[in-house]
């Protein structure tokens, strides 16, 4: 059974930092990207981050570049997103999900609370 568990989830003030976790089971860890997504609040999912476990390529969006860095534990299928300078726009449930950097992800985890306050 594929499971993608997020964990690291909170409440933090702006200016703070996170670190979450996504823990990837029942699949091959290695064929698969890891990509980070958010959705707040009466708004549209955003995809935040995408990493390869392949060749550890990694992407971002615009709105979190310098801020947030993604990376990868092969030998534990667990990728994180360290999240610093968090904003108030940044509160958001944020997922983590399994697939592909460019043509969209097949699994998701159930997602993680993240709530900056001023």
Not at 26 to 39: E, K, L, N, S
Not at 51 to 75: E, L, M, P, W
Request: net charge negative; proline share 1%.
């Amino acid at each position: 059974e594929v499971q993608l568990v997020e964990s690291g989830g909170g409440l933090v003030q702006a200016g703070g930092s996170l670190r979450l976790s996504c823990a990837a089971s029942g699949f091959t860890f290695d064929d698969y990207a890891i990509g980070w997504f958010r959705q707040a609040p009466g708004k549209g999912r955003e995809r935040v981050s995408c990493i390869s476990s392949a060749d550890g390529s990694t992407h971002y969006a615009d709105s979190v570049k310098g801020r947030f860095t993604v990376s990868s534990d092969n030998a534990k299928n667990t990728v994180y997103l360290q999240m610093n300078s968090l904003k108030l726009e940044d509160t958001a449930v944020y997922y983590c999900a399994a697939g592909n950097c460019e043509m969209g992800h097949d699994y998701w985890g159930q997602g993680t609370q993240v709530t900056v306050s001023s």
